[in-house]
Every structure is written in C-alpha cells, then in structure tokens.
C-alpha cells in the first residue's frame, strides 16, 4: 500500500530565504506525482505535476525534483515571499493515474 | 478520519449525454470539493460545495456545464453535462473541515467520453 511522508511538518523562515520541502513515497510504481497549495478553508491549487518519466519541473519560483528510484520529490521555493505561507501537499497516483495518495502537508509561514 | 467513496468509479460515455458522479462521506463535513485531473494535466479545482449555499466555481468552470448538488452534510454530487471527448477525466472529490490536516480524499471516477 503506498504511504506518502512530508518532512518537515511545519516551517517557518523570514522573507527572501530559499527553502526545500521533502516528501517521501514507498512504491515507486507511481503514474505521477504533484505538489499542491492550500490555503485555509480553500481546495487545492495544483503548482507543479510531474511525469513518472520526467526529473524535474520549473514554475516561477518553484522548482520541483523527482527520483523514482529512491521515492522522492523535493519542492524549492526560492526568495520566500510572505504571500508563499501555506500549507504545501505532494500527492502521488498509481500507475493508471488514478488513486491518488497525499502526503500530510508541510505547514510553511514565511515572516516579514 | 473520514472516508469517502465515490460512484462510478469508471465510466464510458457517449457525447452529449450527462453523468451524475456521487461522492459519500461516512460523517457529517461542511466543506467539500470537486475537482477533475484531465489526461497529462495537474488536478484542478472545479468548485467548492458548502451545505446550504449555491456552490462557488473556479474560473474556467460555470455551472450549466458543471452543476454540484449538497442536500445534506454526507452527500454531494457533480453532473458533467452534454460531454465532450474534451471532458474525459478524472472526477475527484475531497472533504475537510477547514484545516488541511482534516483534508480527505476519494478514489476518483474515471470517465472516458468517446
């Protein structure tokens, strides 16, 4: 059964610091794998997706890696912004990209 | 926890037909969601439905196209209306009570318009 892991469970930096969010899976037979953004008493925005074939991918600030083989994904926020605090999901499906399994959160409050 | 089951969890459909998509939850939850994951895309939020209120769309999504029902606090169900091949997706619903750590997931519902 997969099991999706974040670490750490809460963060807080000042403004301007690059930051890196992790989140573990154990069954690499994974379709994709997705960092999301909540914001309280909102749904999910979706920030990077990530294809099982691909390494990486860019948004703005963001920069998301994915190691199959090992069952990670980092997400670097780079120049935190205040407007960046949030709580940060990644989520993995299975391999007929449906079931998605979500990680617990990282809970991030960037300081001004 | 909550746990959450959708129906179908698949389906092949005929353009211009609608599907209904059920989304049950095993307690009572006042926000729920649903979203849709179209083939290669990220997931992306169709609407929120709170009990006794009209359901508030996202951007890109209206809801002639999308109509979501809330009778109750267990219950919520999204109509894809006059399909298109355009409209084949996942179907996700998920709960909460406000705070991401009481955020849940259903298993999906797979469409496939032909």
């Known amino acids: 059964k997969q099991e999706v892991t974040q670490i750490p469970a809460a963060l807080s930096v000042p403004e301007g610091e690059n930051l890196v969010l992790n989140c573990s899976f154990t069954d690499s037979a994974i379709y994709n794998l997705q960092w999301f953004r909540q914001d309280p008493g909102k749904g999910l925005t979706s920030l990077l997706l990530?294809?099982?074939?691909?390494r990486e991918q860019t948004s703005g600030r963001l920069n998301a890696s994915l190691d199959k083989s090992s069952g990670r994904s980092t997400l670097y926020i780079a120049a935190s912004q205040p407007g960046d605090s949030a709580t940060y999901l990644c989520a993995v499906t299975d391999n007929y990209g449906q079931n998605f399994v979500f990680g617990p959160g990282t809970r991030l409050s960037v300081l001004p | 926890s909550a746990v959450i089951s959708q129906k179908p969890s698949r389906d092949i459909c005929q353009r211009g037909t609608s599907l209904t998509i059920q989304c049950q939850v095993d307690s009572q939850v006042t926000m729920m969601f649903w979203y849709r994951q179209q083939p290669g895309q990220s997931l992306t939020l169709i609407a929120t439905a709170n009990q006794g209120s009209e359901a508030t769309y996202e951007s890109g999504f209206v809801i002639d196209k999308f109509p979501i029902s809330r009778p109750n606090l267990t219950f919520s169900t999204l109509t894809v209306s006059n399909m298109s091949p355009e409209d084949s997706s996942i179907y996700l619903c998920?709960?909460?009570?406000?705070?991401?750590?009481?955020?849940?997931f259903g298993p999906g519902t797979r469409l496939l318009v032909l």
């Open positions: 990530i294809q099982s074939s691909q």
């Open positions: 998920s709960v909460g009570q406000g705070g991401p750590e009481t955020q849940y």
